[in-house]
């Protein structure tokens, strides 16, 4: 990715049973996407990207897959692109290093 910012977001794709696998191929056709999670009537997709219109472009795509009823955006996170190589601290759940 050659952007200077990481754009990750998650979706939850409500869809009819048997959408599964259309679903999957759309999924397929776009290297910054993913299923996380197929569910027989939700699923939840991620999305990588190092452009940040590209989550909201990757939503009406998606809700133009047959069988598919709604995607609704759960989460959007920025990170500069170099954060990503850096090391992770030893943190605990309040977010404070130990």
Known sequence: MSGTEIHIAS????HREGA????AAAVA??????VAI????RSVVLC???EGRAALDRIEQLKDVPGVLNVLLVAHHVE???ALDQPLTNANASGVSA
């Open 48 to 50: 990588e990207s190092a």
């Open 29 to 34: 056709g776009h290297a910054d996407l993913e």
């Open 80 to 82: 500069p692109a170099h």
């Open 20 to 23: 599964g696998p259309a679903l």
């Open 11 to 14: 979706f939850v794709v409500q």
């Open 38 to 41: 197929a569910g027989e009537t």
